[in-house]
């Protein structure tokens, strides 16, 4: 852990800064560190910081170059080839470290001392620590004792703002407090930002300082609290912590005088970062607009930009939200800010009017489909068959003239007419009553070529398969897939599908085309036979037996080829279970009905419905 120095505070120059810092000590103790006690006597703002901030700032000394007694006594020829040999050993940039030679600033301490200070009394405490850093010369005439009275102006002027900070510290001179408040780097490494402060220490601190072997006072972040207590290693801990201890007493009473006006340097603090933010935004909406005037030149208006994106601009926009003044100077990475923007910016915009055009076409896709439907809804109410028979809005959508009309223009809106629907309605349904039939065998394609198709709709012998499912007629002409489940043949209306499932939040209520959804249709001949067979055990017509008709039929019967646990759920079926279990069960090894079914007389109460066998026949049957 690193140290709190002995000697009292004063203003320190460390190369070109004034800065409060800390040397060595010994090991923390647990103890001290989680009481937070502080020793302020020993801290030192003018001792070192660390061996290698030192070093280089030896290194950053100007150096002199001095001619040699030597040089006075060669000629003209061996003086010159002996300055040529200097020259050319000398580095690159030594030129503008002789001594002499001034900078930019050389004129300004020619100017009468009186006029400097009525120059520096104009300028804010963070101007005048970083004029102080520009040069020695100024350094000396902004900190010698004739030019306090400057500073303590300047922090009156700061006292008095709408975000004042706390008063100058006694044990900080001026300089030093306005390096604690305005400057950002990290007063220990002196390189990255010192995000962590410690108002009770006087430091700025990094992240990587506070987690090395450094010693702090009271830093705390959002886990860690750093404390300092190297001067108790030689006490006894036990009686140093007692509250009659003369020491700890004295130490907490400086500890709580280091803390005065720590509540008023976190408001400060919250008001710079406040102001900080409304300065940044600031110069986003400069770079905003700056942004925004150079698309001009491209044809993208404001106006336009807020049309395809919602009406507003895109926060997304690259490089937009940035905080940094828009130019064409290069960067730190050697790319000009609006030469890196540019082709960015405008493949951005690229792609939000291709999906402006996109849901743009959707919408008018949107009317159309909305226009024909109401138009399908009042021709709906004019007819008399029956809903499972009727075709579905986008059965009829699909069919010319109304597919053309709807998928295939681009118009805002459509005009139908309700008796243009009527003929295509009646068609698609004579086209899908004859697709049913002729999936039957011949032998009931010659039975019921001469029915009305609404009089098959309810027979129990007609069975179906669609794809896994044993389906009868009436849930044939209800069977009706999700629109990305179906699979249409054709390449045309394939893309059809896709433009309404690209919709499905629009048309989540639409039913997809019936004859989409039941390509994979065919008839079941092994359930017929079961179906026709059981009808024949029970005495009806397999050719007329509706299911209607079924339900109403009385009698239960016992299937004795199952064994358990079958038995266990249902031991009397009615004629509707007896078809959907032999279905279901016996399909692969179908046995006649007779062979397999008994009838059985009721031993429940005349007032119960259920079949299911009870608990005592159930423990009965497993024992």
Known sequence: MASVPRSPARTRSKGNHVSPGSGSVGEADDKLSEAGILITEDFDPDANITDKGKQSRMSRKR??????A???????????????????????RQGKYIAGRRGHLKLMTEIPIDT??????????????????SSKSLRLVITEKSARYIWQEAFERLYESSNPPPPCPEDLNFAQYARFLFVKKCMVCDVANGHWTSWMMRLRACSKCLESEQDFLSISTKKTTYCLSSDVVNHDIEDFFKEDNE???????????????????????????????????????????????????????????????????PNDLPG????????????VDRIKDWQDLEPKLLQHLAFLKTDYLCRQKHKRLENRWHAFEEKFKEWTKNQTMANSIMPRVADIAILEPFRSTIFGSDTETATFEVDAIDPIANGWVTERNNFILSLLPQSLKDRFEASDFSSLQSLVILRFRALTRYITLDEVLEHRDA????????ADDIEIRDMLSENAWEFQEVDAPWFWSNENLSFDNKAFEIVKDILEFLGQDPYSTTLYSLELFEGSFKCISCPPPWLFMRQRCNPVD??????????????PA?????????????DSDSAYVSVAELMGLML
């Not at 150096?63 to 040699?68: A, D, F």
């Not at 400097?116 to 850093?133: G, N, V, Y």
């Not at 008001?271 to 600031?282: I, Q, Y």
């Not at 937009?320 to 960067?331: D, H, I, P, Q, S």
């Open 483 to 490: 629109l990305w489940r179906c699979e249409p043949g054709d």
């Open 63 to 68: 150096r002199k170059v001095q001619e040699t």
């Open 116 to 133: 400097l200070h009525e120059i520096f009394r104009q300028l804010d405490p963070a101007d005048l620590l970083t004029l102080s850093w």
């Open 320 to 331: 937009l939200g940035r905080a940094k003044k828009l130019t064409n100077k290069v960067r």
């Open 247 to 313: 020491e700890f007493t004295r130490r907490r009473q400086l500890k709580e005088k280091r803390l005065m006006g720590e509540r008023s340097f976190r408001l400060w603090e919250k008001g710079c970062a406040k102001n900080r933010e409304a300065e940044l935004d600031v110069i986003r909406l400069e770079r905003r607009k700056a942004i925004l005037k150079k698309l001009e030149d491209h044809g993208w208006k404001e106006s336009e930009i807020r049309e395809v994106y919602h009406g507003k601009i």
């Open 578 to 591: 007896m078809i959907e279990h032999d279905v279901s069960y016996h399909d692969e090894e179908w046995t």
């Open 70 to 92: 030597a040089d006075s006594v060669l000629d003209d020829s061996e003086f010159k080839d002996t300055q040529e040999k200097r020259k050319a050993a000398r580095p690159s």
């Open 594 to 606: 007779h062979a397999r079914w008994r009838e059985e007389e009721s031993d429940f109460d005349s």
